[in-house]
């Protein structure tokens, strides 16, 4: 078992994330059917802190994560997590276990949770190709106790967020101009943040 931790840890030594993450909380999806999402962008305000997040799906059903948030007082942070239910669409949430902060390294310190994902489609005159999706989840020690969010397809390219992380509001709108880049405007934890996501090696 410690083998396959290390294996994992050392498979994103360079770079937290959350795997298909809302804007901060878990979701309880895995990226798919892409096995690698890649984050970079800035949250500003009076300290400017850069952010590189990338999520590796290996097989099915795990996921790791890392992250780095500043270039020079750099704090790097893991994370693991598994399906344990695939997502049946119109039928069952996806249901997923995950570990954040794997090495105790925040001042929250690590986290534990259950996270469910739910897609409701977007229907109307114009049929959106995304779904409605609603994410919601349970945490112990470092992760909030109940968290919740909203995704919410405007048109079939533009998509708003938001999300109570059980401590805050974060809000985002993101620009998908096509399935593997998306360009993301958000407020984090009040602070503007700004990003591109890419999503790479397709199954």
Request: with cysteine; aromatic share 10%.
């Amino acid at each position: 078992m410690l083998r396959l931790f290390g294996l994992l840890a050392a498979s994103v030594l360079f770079c937290f994330a959350f795997a298909d993450r809302l804007i901060e909380i878990p979701t309880g999806r895995l990226i798919y059917p892409e096995r690698v999402a890649l984050e970079a962008g800035l949250l500003a305000g009076a300290c400017q802190r850069e952010r590189v997040l990338i999520s590796l799906r290996l097989g099915g059903l795990l996921e790791v994560q890392g992250a780095r948030t500043g270039f020079e007082n750099r704090l790097e942070i893991y994370g693991l997590q598994y399906t344990l239910y695939p997502e049946i669409p119109g039928y069952a949430p996806g249901v997923s276990l995950g570990v954040v902060d794997l090495f105790d390294r925040t001042p929250q310190g690590r986290g534990y949770y259950v996270a469910l994902s739910y897609g409701i489609a977007a229907l109307g005159k114009t049929p959106l190709d995304h779904d409605l999706r609603v994410h919601l989840g349970f945490g112990l020690e470092g992760v909030s106790s109940f968290f919740i969010g909203f995704d919410v397809p405007l048109t079939n390219q533009l998509f708003l967020r938001a999300e109570h992380t059980g401590e805050r509001v974060n809000a985002a709108l993101a620009w998908r101009p096509n399935n593997r880049v998306e360009l993301r405007g958000a407020i984090i934890r009040q602070r503007t943040s700004w990003s591109i996501i890419i999503r790479l090696w397709e199954e």
